[in-house]
């Protein structure tokens, strides 16, 4: 019986064309009875397996009768949620990208077909693969790294026996080459650059939008109006809310935080503070409480760490201090933060004029502690600090970050809490709600950390405030040290 005879068996069964894609073995059994037809309903079996597969991926999975071995592979893969596409559940294994599409799953049972993917297969495959990944990935412009690249060709390999690793990951080490090679490599490339430059090209947009905004004669009139209100006023918060919009873009173009206190003196006035967390809801609405409603649990988690990793006499003598009873809240508050840098070790260099030389000199741990905390035992010596602050930035051509400063008369009996950013002292209850609005004027104005202590300030970002940027360093230190602080 050739192909063509089987036309008047589909006619005379009310198959038609529009239904042929509905059909099973189980219709083609009906259809061709008896053993003479095995071979025959085997090759009609493929051919319209293949026919589905290329005119309706989406349903060939489940109206086409799987290979057995495809039927037990999808049954022992627990499924976290219906079928859908590959975008549907955020893995980051093959398995699991092919099992939860339905696009996968049909490419699947297509290869125990043919035995074989051919170019329209993997470009199905690698479209699985590469969005999926962009999908879970926290960072949104950032390929694999080799080593995962060659894993995910690995997996590949697995679930798709026949196929080569090397067509889709070639490593630069293996290939002596410059850059890697393989269809994998160069799809994850290629993506990646479309985004970037859909990104770019949004950007642009936003930018001439924003160039829009900042001269608008409104804002303009609305900002001109804030600098001879006093804070204090009724309607403060709701010029502030309004302006919002403009002062960002302000800030971004502002040179300086000198500047920006100039433009927006909000910011220096008593109730500053308020206007800071004010802003940073805005940026942040999520991470906005995150230091103040969590923080008992992570005092428990540094005292823990600290038992083990503290390693010199002296700091272990000031670690000591915090179970004491002697010792206030605050002043135990202050030691832990101050502490993280003898964990978090600082990395940082700066020259300095020695005897008319200039010497390339390492950031000590006191000088990580005094760039972020300052102590002083009378509320005096304000004007003092800041002068010496002052002469050690030019004498190491660095700018002065906004810090912390405690005032009683020793580290154990603290009990007043400031903040001085450019010279503006905004003063507080608590240490952690000044250290809370200090992390936050980082974030509001757009500075960068300062490089002595920067490592305990990305610790707060990352672990407090659940907060991750293109521009983070990287650093395997607090990496593990991160790492030990989840376990």
């Not at 964990?343 to 005094?370: F, H, Q, W």
């Not at 490089?451 to 970002?461: A, V």
């Amino acid at each position: 019986m050739n192909v063509e005879a089987a036309y008047d068996k589909f006619y005379a069964y009310g198959i038609t064309y529009d239904r042929l894609k509905y059909i099973n073995c189980d219709d083609l059994a009906l259809a061709f009875p008896g053993n003479e037809n095995i071979g025959y309903r085997a090759e009609l079996r493929e051919k319209i397996g293949l026919w589905k597969h290329k005119n309706f991926p989406e349903e060939s999975l489940s109206t086409l009768s799987m290979n057995s071995n495809v039927q037990n592979w999808l049954e022992n893969q627990p499924l976290h949620s219906p079928a859908s596409n590959s975008n549907s559940v955020k893995v980051t294994n093959v398995t699991d990208m092919v099992k939860n599409s339905k696009s996968g799953q049909s490419l699947l049972s297509l290869y125990i077909m043919k035995k074989k993917l051919d170019m329209h297969d993997r470009k199905r495959l690698l479209n699985i693969i590469v969005e999926n990944f962009f999908d879970c990935n926290s960072r949104k412009y950032i390929i694999p790294r080799p080593y995962q690249m060659n894993k995910l060709a690995e997996e590949i390999v697995e679930i798709f026996p026949t196929e080569n690793k090397e067509i889709y990951y070639i490593s630069r080490k293996a290939g002596r080459r410059t850059n890697a090679l393989g269809i994998l490599y160069n799809r994850f490339n290629n993506l990646n650059r479309k985004r970037l430059k859909l990104e770019s090209t949004t950007s642009e947009e936003e930018n001439a939008s924003d160039k829009e905004t900042l001269c608008s004669t409104n804002y303009i009139s609305l900002k001109n109006k804030m600098k001879y209100m006093s804070g204090d006023e009724g309607d403060a918060i709701n010029l502030w809310s309004e302006t919002y919009k403009y002062r960002v873009n302000d800030i971004r173009h502002l040179k300086d935080l000198k500047s920006i206190l100039e433009e927006w003196p909000f910011y220096k006035q008593a109730t500053g503070p308020k206007f800071l967390d004010f802003d940073f809801q805005k940026i942040y609405p999520e991470e906005t409480f995150h230091l103040i409603n969590n923080w008992i649990d992570v005092r428990s988690q540094l005292c823990e760490l600290y038992k083990n990793l503290l390693r010199d006499k002296h700091y272990g003598d000031l670690f000591a201090l915090v179970s004491k009873e002697c010792v206030n809240d605050n002043s135990k508050d202050c030691i832990l933060i101050m502490l993280l840098n003898a964990v978090l070790k600082p990395t940082s260099r700066y020259v300095a004029e020695i005897d008319g030389k200039r010497v390339n000199c390492k950031t000590t741990i006191r000088d990580a502690m005094d760039s972020c905390i300052i102590h002083i035992t009378n509320i005096n010596d304000l004007e003092f600090t800041y002068a010496e602050k002052e002469k050690k930035s030019i004498h190491r051509k660095e700018k002065i970050q906004p810090y912390l400063i405690v005032v009683g008369p020793d580290i154990k009996s603290l009990f007043e809490f400031y903040i001085n950013y450019d010279g503006t002292i905004q003063k507080f209850h608590t240490f952690i709600a000044a250290l809370d609005i200090c992390f936050k004027i980082f974030h509001v104005f757009n500075l960068e950390y300062p490089k002595e202590s920067s490592l305990i300030w990305y610790f707060l970002q990352k672990q407090i405030y659940k907060i991750t940027t293109i521009y983070d360093l990287k650093s395997s230190a607090l990496c593990e040290f991160l790492t030990f602080f989840k376990s």
